[in-house]
């Protein structure tokens, strides 16, 4: 038996002060909301006040997914055969897109509830779009190894998949680590792999760059402790 709730994926922005990069249809799917699952409680419910300034808070049901246990899928999975209307909200940018939402958008689809995804920015896309590289195949990595070996291991890999696909390799890494995640990129691949640094998508100070590993190497920038995307495409 299909479940009678519905389930609005309702996307965040990347940066707290770009309430602009966001359509105004959103503010509809939030009022139609009875029940959240939100990756960060007190940011989510911050976020959706700048939607609707008069939104009562206490008057939703609130589940946290940072990590989605048992306990709060079976709640899900209850809320949507009693036919409730569920936001799924994201930290920044998209839910289910490098999104622990995913786990939750997938049972709403084995119960064959109705699920619409809402347009807003997506990270990933945004520095695809302006890095000049191949948007025909590209694929995401996520987050590469902390340990050196290992790393250094998958930068290769990476940089030889892309070379023999002509496909471009997308990947994150923690704001603290971003500059030993650079120097390393410039460290391990060749000369001639053009790679993208996009930092602080949509916000004021947004910087997307794309050069060669041999350009950048002639000038090192500095944007450490800023959420950035790293593009990789080889020759």
Known sequence: MAATGTVWLIPCYLEETSMDCLPTYILPAVQQCQVFFVEN??????????WWKEMVIDNYEWHAIDKVEANTLAVFKQRLKEG?????????????????????IAAAQESHASVKPLVGPSSIL????ASGMNGQQFSFKGYL?????????????LEAESAKQHCTQIFIETPYRNRQLFDTLLQQ???????????????ADEIVQTKTVADWKKHLPDWQKK??????LAQ
């Open 41 to 50: 409680e007190r940011t989510a419910r911050r976020y959706l006040k700048k």
């Open 126 to 129: 945004l520095a695809l779009m």
């Open 84 to 104: 409730k209307t569920i936001g799924i909200l994201s930290e920044a940018g998209c839910p289910g897109v490098a999104d622990p939402g995913q786990l939750l």
């Open 189 to 203: 691949c060749k000369p001639n792999t053009r790679l993208c640094i996009a930092v602080n998508l949509t916000a």
């Open 145 to 157: 190894p902390i340990d050196s070996q290992q790393r250094n291991k998958a930068i290769k890999e």
């Open 227 to 232: 959420p950035a995307i790293f593009l990789l």
